[in-house]
Nanobody
Framework: QVQLVESGGGLVQPGGSLRLSCAASNSIVSNYRMGWYRQAPGKQRELVATIDSRSNTNFADSVKGRFAISRNNAKNTVYLQMNNLKPEDTAIYYC?????????WGQGTQVTVSS
C-alpha cells in the first residue's frame, strides 16, 4: 500500500507561481510513472503532467511552457512547478502513481488563482 501526500497549494495572483510536492510512503514508486491531475468545479479530472521512471515527461497542451514536473527518487517525491498561473488553472490538484495493477491517488491540494 502506498500513501501519497500533496502539499504546496494555495491562493496566488494571476502570473504568480506555486510549487506542489507529493511525497510517497513507499520507495516502490520510483519504478513507476507518477503525475499530476486536476479537477475544476463541474469538470472532469484531467491530466496535467506525468513523469516516468526515466524522467521522461508529458504535459497537457494547456500548461506546456508554464509548468514543469520533476522527481527525486531518493525522497520518493514528485514536484510540479507552476509558473505564470492563470485563473483557469484553479482546481484541486491530485498526485497519481500508475502501477500495472492499479492507480493510487493522493487526497488533493487546492490551487486558486485569483486577484
Amino acid at each position: 500500500q502506498v500513501q501519497l501526500v500533496e502539499s504546496g497549494g494555495g491562493l496566488v495572483q494571476p502570473g504568480g507561481s506555486l510549487r506542489l510536492s507529493c511525497a510517497a510512503s513507499n520507495s516502490i514508486v520510483s519504478n513507476y510513472r507518477m503525475g499530476w491531475y486536476r479537477q475544476a468545479p463541474g469538470k472532469q479530472r484531467e491530466l496535467v503532467a506525468t513523469i516516468d521512471s526515466r524522467s521522461n515527461t508529458n504535459f497537457a497542451d494547456s500548461v506546456k511552457g508554464r509548468f514543469a514536473i520533476s522527481r527525486n527518487n531518493a525522497k520518493n517525491t514528485v514536484y510540479l512547478q507552476m509558473n505564470n498561473l492563470k485563473p483557469e488553472d484553479t482546481a484541486i490538484y491530485y498526485c497519481n502513481v500508475k502501477f500495472p495493477w492499479s492507480d493510487w491517488w493522493g487526497q488533493g491540494t487546492q490551487v486558486t488563482v485569483s486577484s
